[in-house]
């Protein structure tokens, strides 16, 4: 895979990044992105100051959140959108 590819490509890929045109629905309207957020992280977000310790155990992958254990029933079906992250 290439270091670097195409804006173009990248527009296939990821979606629209700043200074790419996109049209509003099935309108003649556009606009331009001003601005990518596709980086942001928590420290970018200066009035959210929350930040819940998270442990996952590596003997039997527990994952606790601020001290409470973390619980998720197994699923029957996957949606075929999320198929790919089963990988």
């Not at 990248?10 to 049209?23: I, Y």
């Not at 998270?54 to 601020?66: K, N």
Request: charged residues 30%; without cysteine; aromatic residues 2%.
């Amino acid at each position: 895979m290439p270091d670097r590819i195409g804006r173009d490509q990248h527009a296939l890929r990821h979606g629209p990044t700043e200074g790419d045109l996109v049209r509003l629905g099935d309108t003649d309207l556009w606009i331009r992105i001003e601005r990518d957020l596709s980086s942001i992280r928590r420290t970018d977000l200066v009035a959210n100051t929350a930040a819940p310790a998270i442990e996952v155990s590596p003997a039997d992958g527990t994952v606790t959140l601020d001290g409470r254990v973390l619980h998720a029933e197994p699923v029957r079906e996957v949606p075929l959108s999320r198929l790919y992250l089963l990988g």
